[in-house]
């Protein structure tokens, strides 16, 4: 059985092509690499990095949790940590935070897509889509907003010197917001990039 | 004026117009020699330019589709298609203008004067919803795009002139976030169009241009100002594919720089065209380079009439009189102004420029909260009190208004002196309303109209108040102003509506059902499968009974992914469900599973599902597919303050969920799913377990909407497609169908399950809908246990009921219920049923027509048709089937 993204049809009908990345069906190129890392750098590019490893972490032993290697912690709220990891490393940050006391943990890579949106232009195109204040948010920062009528968790992860958002919605939206962004980002030119573009400016993978 | 550039070409009326570069399309029609640019809103009378800066109503043209916008503000375009609105056939000749001799059947409030009869309303509205109004509504359809943005300063300075710019680039000194904005395409306010030099003001701008935490909005129209320093702006054409943009401005500081615009004066024929402010004919000659007229009087006095003279005649037009407004009698002219009459002579001219009052610009002061107060001398009315974080500066606060002018000539009596130019009030309508008792400035606005049409009082709230004060025997200061509220300018509600984003929710299977032929039912943002469209059926009945025979024959697998789920855990979750759920859920076992519904605190259902057991700290909620946020809120809302340790955490996107029922379910399921044994023996109904089913881990929940041995399973939203498909596979040996929501409808209906919400209503308790069982009235208090317990031993006045009917014919959702010719209660649901060979349904009737039995009539489509009270289940009364 494959794991397909929620974009899984829509990649398809933009002639995209597919690799297995940890058991995932996922997009490695649009065009070409070159092509679509050069827009990014030049302008903006957007990918589905719906696959990425996502744990809601509630209770009183949240904040004093050191966030397992490979992991990055995002705080949603007073004891309510998200916990973001490659899907190689799924398992093994799963079973490292399962063993920490008063930490009730639910994986909920499934239940969010997951966007980057990178490239200098990314803020441009985040002003169309959401009310939050995407400029104040530094390297490594998130917040919860409503983003093209959803609600969305955005974490703020920079692809070496290129501003980059990662943008959570509820799965179901996916389709959607992904019109959403392209159409917001049209004016700016931002164009889907692939895996293999994402590895290529710096993404861990 | 004067930038380099060529000529370019639009359309008015199906005529080519010529514009230089620099021209609006008002003033490329002014220099190609059209003066009358629009009609008036209730005598069609002529009106022409009055103060080309985007304040007044009398150049709204249609551009493009797109009705009353104000062609002043609005650069021409190569090929735009400019219209003329308000009038008929032509602005010349416009056979309504006959309605001003009228006038005398349509006196001020005249809608409730004269329309007092219904007869007469029903005799006068279709006229009256011809006429009224101000330009046709864009065509529906239409492509243009209308965008949102949001950003966020620290300071925000509206208005682009010389105060404005000092003020910007003092913040910017400070190091703040600077957001700049100006209604013009270039910066620099009232200088633009006063001769001489302004070079400290181009210095300005260049200094604030070159600074990075600077953002310059031009043609830009700051609207609004709401709650929580919220400024609305909008910008026309923002780029190429894109007819406006709104942004949302969140801002520190507001610095409120808009300066003054000038008003008219109101004497008999103030009105015609040819009557035009003097900063109008100053932008005409200084901005565009056209001369605006032949012979002039100025009406004014000091400095402002002999700068205004100067200016006209350096650009050749002859000053033929400077008149103080006190000694102008009337205007003269039909169509246009022809003479300007005094007590003692008739001047001719083709314009007479008017040194009006100067009034600040302070609509957003008012908005954001801000007082005003009368200032004789300047006469005017300036800010007072300011909210903490809100500055005035320049003219808009008073600084360097110059000396009160009046608004009112000393001849200004007459059915012709318009003070209210959008919907023509005249001091007459003012002075007749004040009379009838309207004396406060508010409700005078109301009764005449004055101050409510396009230019949202801008010309016309200072001569009101004056009309208002004089005949009412109060000061200026005693009457005041009336309220200013956004938008301000107007604006469309393209704008305020935004990008068609509409989301849109999609279960993981979607393109599986698209690709079976799914016709889809749109459920609030979901889209489900309401039948397949296959080969071997024509019609949605055929189509929905093959469904549903393969679910009662064979098997049948459904989507289900839409139904809310959630994850509670913590050691006193027990607790939790237990309080908020009518049923018990603390002694529930580990791998059982539990229906309940969820009442409000006077015992009225809510929701309903059924919660499993996943082990000693973890449950696992389903909820209906429209309750899931409401019911994630409720269960927090509860937790509050009770200091229990337990989580809520929705799955709800993350879960894929299908409903595999029939009596070959399990056969499809074992295949799939080996490590497990799905016999009753070690799976019975209401079981749940954690399973893998073709290598994908799922939650399996033996239960039963459908009335058939099944199972529902969860897993995980990525495996949807696969997981699908490998069911449909595996069931391919024993008849598998998908079946789809109205199959699902038709399989309980015939079960008499309830849909909580679709046959329950926001006053019904588990009693009525003969629920009683789920309710739980021995165990400790529960939200809804005192309502339920007051109304445990009183008879309902009204049931749900199963019905079937006597007849072929199916009632409609809603139908009435009818007892003895009395209304007696309505149909919630029904379905022609293939087990009984007529419609079975539920439906709402009085206590004492509700033992089973009874018949009653239903009204129909057509007709009506006999039904008979059914107390069980139609289908398999004893559940044995859901057991097996």
């Known amino acids: 059985m494959t794991r397909r993204t929620a974009l899984f049809h829509s990649h398809s009908q933009t002639g995209a092509q597919f690799v297995d990345y940890n058991g995932w069906q996922m997009p490695v190129r649009f065009t070409s690499v070159r092509e679509e890392a050069s827009h990014v750098v030049d302008a903006a590019g957007v990918a589905d990095l719906s696959c990425i490893g996502k744990f809601d972490l509630k209770g009183r032993g949240v904040p004093s949790l050191n966030p397992p290697a490979g992991s990055q912690s995002w705080l949603l709220g007073r004891s309510h940590n998200l916990l973001t990891c490659l899907p190689a490393d799924r398992e093994r940050v799963l079973a490292s935070i399962e063993s920490a006391p008063d930490i009730y943990t639910t994986d909920v890579t499934s239940a969010y897509a997951g966007f980057l949106v990178v490239g200098p232009r990314s803020r441009d195109i985040l002003r169309k889509l959401t009310s939050l204040n995407v400029s104040a948010l530094s390297n490594l920062a998130c917040g919860q907003a409503s983003l093209a009528h959803v609600h969305a968790i955005v974490l703020r992860e920079d692809l070496g010197a290129l501003p980059a958002f990662h943008l959570l919605v509820s799965r179901y939206y996916a389709e959607s ?25 710096g993404g861990r993978g | 004026m004067g930038e380099p550039g060529s000529k370019i070409e639009f359309n008015f009326d199906g005529g080519a117009v010529q514009a230089e570069p620099g021209d609006t399309v008002a003033s490329a029609l002014y220099r ?139 913040a910017a000194r400070d190091n703040q976030q600077i957001t700049l904005i100006d209604d013009q395409p270039e910066l620099g306010g009232h200088l633009l169009y006063r001769p001489g030099s302004n070079a400290s003001v181009k210095d300005t701008i260049a200094q604030l241009e070159a600074l990075p935490n600077v953002l310059i909005l031009r043609r830009s129209y700051s609207f609004g100002l709401y709650e929580g320093n919220l400024l609305g702006v909008l910008q026309p ?8 943009r709104l942004i949302h401005l969140r801002t520190r500081r507001v610095v409120v720089a808009t300066g003054a615009y000038e008003t008219p004066v109101v ?154 130019l959008c919907s023509d009030v005249s001091v007459n309508d003012l002075a007749a309303g004040i009379a009838e008792g309207f004396d406060q400035i508010e409700t005078l606005k109301r009764y005449t109209t004055s101050t409510m049409g396009p230019c949202q009082g801008k010309m016309c709230q200072l001569a009101s108040i004056g009309v208002c004060s004089r005949e009412s025997g109060r000061t200026f200061g005693e009457t005041g102003t009336t309220t200013a509220r956004p938008p301000n300018p107007s604006v469309t509600l393209g704008a305020l509506a935004g990008p068609r984003h509409h989301p849109v929710r999609q279960t993981p299977m979607h393109y599986e059902h698209e690709a079976l032929g799914a016709v889809w039912l749109d459920m609030g943002e979901w889209k489900r499968p309401r039948y397949y469209a296959t080969p071997t059926c024509s019609e949605e009945r055929a189509c929905v009974e093959q469904e549903y025979r393969a679910v009662r024959e064979a098997v049948g697998l459904i989507d289900v992914s839409t139904l809310g789920k959630l994850d509670v855990k913590g050691p006193d979750a027990g607790k939790l469900l237990d309080k908020v759920y009518t049923n018990r859920f603390s002694d529930l076992k580990p791998g059982r599973v539990r229906y309940s519904v969820l009442c409000d605190e006077a015992g009225i259902m809510l929701d309903d599902g059924t919660i499993s057991r996943l082990s000693a700290g973890q449950y696992f909620i389903t909820t209906t597919t429209g309750n899931l946020d409401f019911v994630q809120q409720w269960l927090e809302w509860w937790t509050v303050g009770t200091g229990w340790d337990v989580h809520i955490t929705n799955l709800t996107p993350g879960l894929a969920a299908v409903n595999l029922a029939g009596p070959k379910a399990r056969d499809v399921l074992q295949k799939l799913a080996g490590q497990v044994d799905l016999a009753s023996a070690s799976f019975p109904y209401m079981a749940c377990r954690q399973a893998d089913v073709a290598g994908v881990p799922a939650l399996l929940l033996r239960i039963g909407f459908v009335g058939e041995t099944g199972w529902e399973i969860h897993f995980p939203a990525e495996y949807g497609p696969d997981l699908w498909n490998a069911l449909l596979e595996a069931g391919r040996e024993f008849g598998i169908r998908p079946f789809a929501v109205e199959a699902q409808r038709l399989l309980r209906l015939e079960k008499r399950h309830v849909i909580v919400g679709v046959d329950t209503d926001a006053l019904t308790s588990p009693f009525e809908a003969g629920m009683s069982w789920v309710a ?47 209304l007696a209660g309505r149909v919630t649901s029904a379905r022609h049923s293939p087990l009984n060979g007529a419609a079975v349904g539920l439906a709402w009737i009085v206590s004492e027509h509700a033992a089973a039995g009874q018949e009653f009539e239903i009204r129909l489509d057509t007709g009506s048709g006999r039904a008979r009270v059914v107390d069980e289940p139609f289908y398999d009364p004893a559940g044995a089937r859901l057991r097996m």
């Open chain 1, 177 to 201: 917001v992904w019109e959403s962004i392209l159409h917001a980002g049209r004016e700016f030119g931002l164009e889907p990039f692939g895996l293999e573009a994402w590895q290529e400016l």
């Open chain 2, 32 to 170: 190609a020699g059209r003066r009358i640019f629009t009609r008036s809103f209730k005598y069609h009378r002529p009106r022409g330019l009055l103060c080309l800066s985007g304040k007044c109503p009398n150049c709204l043209v249609n551009v493009d589709g797109q009705p009353n916008v104000r062609s002043c503000m609005t650069p021409a375009r190569a090929g735009m298609q400019v219209r003329h609105q308000n009038a008929y056939p032509s602005l010349e000749r416009d056979f309504l203008s006959a309605v001003q001799h009228f006038d005398w059947l349509m006196p001020v409030g005249w809608y409730y004067k004269t329309l007092t009869n219904p007869k007469m309303w029903h005799a006068a509205e279709p006229f009256i919803r011809k006429v009224a109004g101000l330009g046709d509504p864009p065509p529906t359809g239409s492509e243009r795009e209308y965008e949102h943005e949001y950003r966020h300063t620290d300071v925000a300075v509206i208005g682009g002139g010389p105060a404005g710019l000092q003020a910007a680039l003092d």
């Open chain 2, 237 to 244: 054409e923002p780029h190429a594919k894109a007819a406006e």
């Open chain 2, 267 to 420: 004497f008999p024929n103030n009105d015609l065209p040819g009557v035009m402010l003097s900063t109008a004919v100053q932008r005409l000659i200084y901005r565009h380079g056209i001369k605006p007229g032949k012979q002039a009087v100025v009406i004014g006095t000091g400095d402002r009439a002999q700068d205004v003279s100067t200016d006209l005649r350096q650009a050749g037009v002859e000053v033929v009189a400077i008149l103080l407004a006190e000694s102008v009698v009337k205007a003269e002219g039909a169509e246009a102004l022809r003479a300007i009459r005094t007590a003692d002579r008739t001047i001719a001219c083709d314009l007479a420029v008017i040194c009006g009052p100067r009034v600040p610009d302070i609509g957003l002061v008012g908005q954001a909260g801000g007082a005003l107060a009368w200032d004789a001398s300047s006469g005017a009315f300036l800010p007072s009190q300011l909210p903490a974080h809100v500055t005035v500066v320049g003219e808009a606060a008073g600084v360097g208004l110059g000396p009160a002018v009046s608004s009112i000539a000393a001849f200004n009596g007459g059915k012709r002196s318009f003070v209210c």
């Open chain 2, 776 to 822: 739980k009235l021995d165990k400790d208090d529960f939200i809804g246990k005192a309502g339920l317990l007051r109304t445990e031993n009183q008879q309902p006045p009204q049931k749900l009921i199963g019905f079937i009917m006597n007849g072929p014919a199916v009632p409609a959702d809603g139908a009435a219920v009818v007892v003895e010719g009395k």
